[in-house]
């Protein structure tokens, strides 16, 4: 049995520096050590995300449900570089007296769920928007009704 210490290798999150990734299926890639760290930092996160994005769920759900009256449906997708939340609002119009609302909740979540991160986005009740929604969305709040037709029945 080899006894010898071995000193950790260590990541600097600034860094531009090279590294080759050589994992057991042998599927080399290159990838800065900044990005390594990154993903290293990601995957040490991983629960804690999976807690607070359940958190995160039940907290917009129940903003929405507060404020159903405004509030038809809330959708959470996938975005370039964060979730988008989708408040579908009943109106026809985009309600920018709302708009203050929708701050505040965007201000809580970003305080209450760090690893969360989001941009939320009101939707009026068209249905030439609301079509448009990805498929791949997380219905939160409403009837999950897609257009103005289906919520309706």
Known sequence: MDTTK???IRLDFQSKRQVVVSPDDEDRFVTTEGEAAIACKQWSNREMFKEQFNAFLTEIHDWCEV???KVRSCFVSIG???LNILICT?????D???DDA???LDV???EKFPLCIAELLQIPN???LTKELPKEALWVYGDGGRTSQTSNT
Do not use: K, T
């Open 108 to 110: 809580s979540l970003s």
């Open 102 to 104: 929708i701050v505040n």
């Open 90 to 94: 009943h109106g026809v119009d985009y």
């Open 67 to 69: 404020r159903s009256a």
């Open 126 to 128: 068209q249905a030439a």
């Open 96 to 98: 920018f007296e709302f």
């Open 80 to 82: 370039d570089s964060s």
């Open 6 to 8: 071995i000193d950790p």
